[in-house]
């Protein structure tokens, strides 16, 4: 395989189409394994040491810090790939590829030399809502909190947690603005209780559980302000914020889903017997399922220019623009609803075959989870409305806020 032509901002020494071949290699243990998975409550050993080979949390770090430094494009494309194997799988690979990153970029020097040091294996998990308190002491502070959906975070080495700052009297501590300070904080996973508290419809095998920390020691070069982080490097890039980066995420693990749905359906309808016999013959459902492929279609190749104008910018030595954001969470969006409707479409098409335990069952059972999602909350989409509209077009994006500029 040749080596394919790269722009010197990016990663020059992995292929991410090895990457492809390895996942497609590993995609029968983790679809086999699927059911174990969401038994278990998390990823089953077999199915965590078949993805671990991959190195997600490492997919977007620099190569500096033993990265594979890829365009958002292919990762895109790889946490598609894996999801469409296995949804849970997909969602606890998105989460350690986004979490990486973000560390990747914001933390100091100190701390990534540390985590990303040669021969280490670091991935992170955590929840980047501030259900914790921070209180300073010396050399760094003490956090106690309690956080839920912690996505992937037994098979996690470091947590990422946010926290408010206490003012020294039990209230968060603020900024110059008047803005409560919210801190992303790092620490070893097996320095926090983990309360399990993951009894859900979907995304069973994630893991996504309850945890705490008390009284833990937070060294101060292991934080980061989480909704004004400012890059220490690939700036340009990671411009995206927290917020950016997470979307790369969501977005790869809705395409998958979404993929898998069709492709499952349309192989039902293609049996020659029984309800998916009667289901071939039917004008109306080839009608039905061409809207849907459509959709689906439609938004990924969205997707895909979104994020290629995002890589265009970048290489130019450019920092990602409000209107570009406001492009992802639009993006964003339309691909988790063209995956709704897929497996809406899909779950009522396939009848009581997709009632039953199986790829069809669990796929919308993932689907409805994730689309429930605050990254994708109609509060966000309104707000890019407005900028695309012009009438925000005074404001930057903070977290998941459209903010005057200060």
């Not at 078949?50 to 890829?70: K, T």
């Not at 959906?149 to 020294?168: I, L, M, Q, R």
């Not at 910018?313 to 409707?341: C, D, L, Y």
């Not at 809406?344 to 075959?353: I, L, S, V």
Request: hydrophobic content about 40%; aromatic content about 8%; some cysteine.
């Amino acid at each position: 395989m040749n080596k394919p032509l790269r722009h010197s901002y990016w990663g020059q020494t992995t292929d991410h189409r090895d990457i492809l071949k390895k996942i497609k290699e590993i995609g029968p243990i983790l679809e086999r394994n699927a059911p174990a998975d969401e038994a278990a409550g998390e990823l089953t050993k077999e199915t965590f040491e078949a993805l671990r080979q991959l190195r997600m949390s490492h997919s977007m770090a620099p190569e500096d810090l033993g990265g594979a430094q890829l365009p958002p494009r292919q990762v895109l494309e790889l946490i598609e790939a894996i999801t469409w194997y296995s949804g849970s799988a997909g969602w606890v690979s998105m989460v350690h590829t986004a979490i990486g990153a973000m560390s990747a970029a914001f933390l100091p020097d100190t701390a990534v030399e540390k985590l990303f040091a040669p021969g280490t294996e670091h991935r992170f998990s955590g929840q980047g809502a501030p259900l914790g308190m921070l209180k300073e002491v010396e050399g760094g502070y003490k956090l106690n909190g309690k956080w839920s959906y912690g996505s992937g975070f037994s098979h996690a080495t470091y947590s990422h947690s946010a926290a408010f700052v206490d003012d020294g009297n039990g209230k968060p501590k603020m900024d110059e603005h008047g803005n409560p300070i919210i801190i992303c904080t790092h620490a070893p996973i097996e320095q926090h209780k983990q309360l399990g508290n993951w009894d859900v419809l979907g995304l069973k095998g994630t893991g996504s559980i309850d945890y705490a920390a008390e009284d833990l020691f937070i060294p101060d070069d292991m934080v980061y302000p989480i909704a004004t982080a400012i890059p220490q490097r690939q700036k340009e890039l990671f411009s995206l914020g927290v917020i950016g980066l997470a979307a790369i995420g969501h977005t790869g693990w809705a395409m998958g889903a979404g993929r898998r749905m069709l492709d499952e359906i349309a192989a039902f309808a293609n049996q020659k017997t029984g309800r998916a016999g009667m289901l071939g013959e039917s004008d109306k459902f080839w009608y039905d399922y061409g809207r849907a492929e459509t959709r689906m279609r439609a938004a990924r190749a969205l997707v895909m220019e979104v994020w290629g104008d995002i890589e265009a910018t970048v290489e130019k030595g450019i920092p990602v623009s409000t209107r570009q954001i406001t492009m992802v969470h639009m993006a964003k969006s339309e691909i988790h609803e063209a995956a709704e409707n897929a497996v809406n479409f899909a779950y009522r098409a396939a009848g009581g075959a997709s009632l039953r335990a199986g790829t069809m069952q669990r796929c919308f059972r993932d689907v409805m989870v994730a689309v429930n999602h605050f990254t994708i909350a109609p509060n966000i989409v309104g707000a890019a409305g407005r900028e695309l509209s012009g009438l925000w077009s005074d404001r930057v994006w903070q977290f998941y806020d459209l903010v005057e500029k200060k």
